[in-house]
Each structure stands twice: as C-alpha cells, then as structure tokens.
C-alpha cells in the first residue's frame, strides 16, 4: 500500500539519447506546483553528489582508483522517488506498505519521516525495525553493487510495515549506473584461485532483467 511520485535525470527534449529512444530515458512529467521542479532537481543533484562521494570511498575500500566508478555515474539511471504510505484502517492488522526485497542498483539513500515502519534483515533472518536518526540518511547497499563486488558488499534485504495509525512518507534516492555501464567483477574482490559468480552486463541489461523478473504474469502474456 503506497504511492509514489518519481523523477529521473532531466533531459531536454532534443537529447540525443532521448531522441534515439535508449532504454532508461524519457522525459520528467512535472506537476504545475510553484518551485516543485527546481526542489526536486536541487535535491536529485545533492544525491547525485553524495552517491559519487560514497563510490570513491567504495573505490578506495576496493583497492581501486578513488574515480573507478565516475565514467559508469556520469548519467545514471538513478531515480529520486517521494513516497507516501497511506495510514492503516483503524483496528486493523499492521499494513505492508512494501514487501521484502532487495533493491536492484548500487546505492540507495533513503530519508524518513517519524513513523517509522522500515525493518532491515539480518543474515541470520531476523527483522529488525531500522531506528528513526533525525538528520541522517539510511542507506542500503543494493544488488548491482553486489554483483560488481563478487559478493564482497551485500545488499539489504528489508521491507515496509505500517504498525501505526499514521500515514509515512519517505523519500528514497536510488543510485543505478549509466545504461552503458559494464558491470563486471572487480579483480580486486577476487580471492586467489576464485571465480567470478557473475557474467559482464549491460547495467542497462541487467536492470531489464531484473524489472522483468518481478512481472512473471506480464512477462507471461507478452511471450
């Protein structure tokens, strides 16, 4: 139970990669609200240069050049999307505003309002209500990055469940690669004699993939 509102990198209209109709790109649909658009980009770009910051010290972690990853999130397929979770019927049982998963790109950035509700699982399979930190972000790793590690990151499985009478809002920066992008194992996350779990993709394939894996049904009928 949640609705969202969602923005992504903001192309003119003559893009050329708009206007050769690549995968991931399509134009922004703005509300006629006063100073909605310039808040939103503002804060999409604020995101977009902590996500940067947070890959250099990743990059530095894995023994890699401290810009390994800024050719790969140059124009990224990153989303900021503005949630609202609507507040349970009253005398009902906790509502699932989202179920569990793992988030597909590499980082994500996530504030939150008071309500709480967002539990995180630990690897032992244990639910865990993430504390609400006024001020700070929560921030998950996601599968891509995984993939690009060889496992050495691991991403977050968590989900969302409304156990208030109050409606939530939130507000998630999800930071995927370039649709070019190669992800492919890093050497450095490789042990001596270990082999890489996963083949090189397209992140725009893999994000594909992905997406189409959660629609079974649809995926279905159009085949």
């Known amino acids: 139970m949640k609705e969202a509102f969602n923005v992504g990198l903001d192309l003119a209209p003559d893009d050329p990669e708009l206007v050769a109709m690549k995968p991931f ?11 909605f658009r310039e808040t939103a980009l503002a804060y999409y770009e604020a ?8 890959h250099r010290a990743f990059a530095r972690d894995l023994r890699l050049k401290p810009d390994f990853f800024a050719d790969k999130f140059d124009r990224p397929m990153a989303t900021l999307r503005f949630l609202h979770y609507p507040a349970p019927s009253r005398g009902s049982d906790p509502q699932t ?8 790109g590499n980082l994500t ?11 995180v699982r630990t690897r032992a399979g244990q639910w865990n209500e993430a504390p609400v930190v006024p001020g700070a972000f929560i ?4 599968d891509c990055l995984m993939r690009w590690t060889n496992d050495v990151y ?3 499985p968590h989900r969302v469940v409304n156990r208030t009478a109050k409606e939530r809002y939130s507000i998630a920066f999800f930071y995927d690669p370039n649709p070019d992008a190669i ?15 996963y083949p090189a993709i397209l992140a725009a394939d893999y994000l594909n ?7 079974p049904a649809e995926a279905a009928r159009q085949r």
């Open 109 to 119: 950035l996530l504030a939150t309002d008071d309500v709480g509700g967002l539990e």
């Open 25 to 35: 790109r399509s134009l922004n649909a703005w509300p006629e609200l006063p100073g």
């Open 97 to 104: 505003g989202a179920g569990a998963h793992t988030d597909y």
């Open 47 to 54: 995101c977009a240069t902590l996500g940067a910051r947070l």
């Open 183 to 197: 992800v492919e194992t890093i050497p450095s996350c490789l042990k001596q004699g270990e082999r890489a779990r």
């Open 139 to 142: 921030v998950n790793i996601g």
């Open 154 to 156: 691991v991403s977050t």
């Open 209 to 215: 993939h992905r997406l189409d894996a959660s629609k």
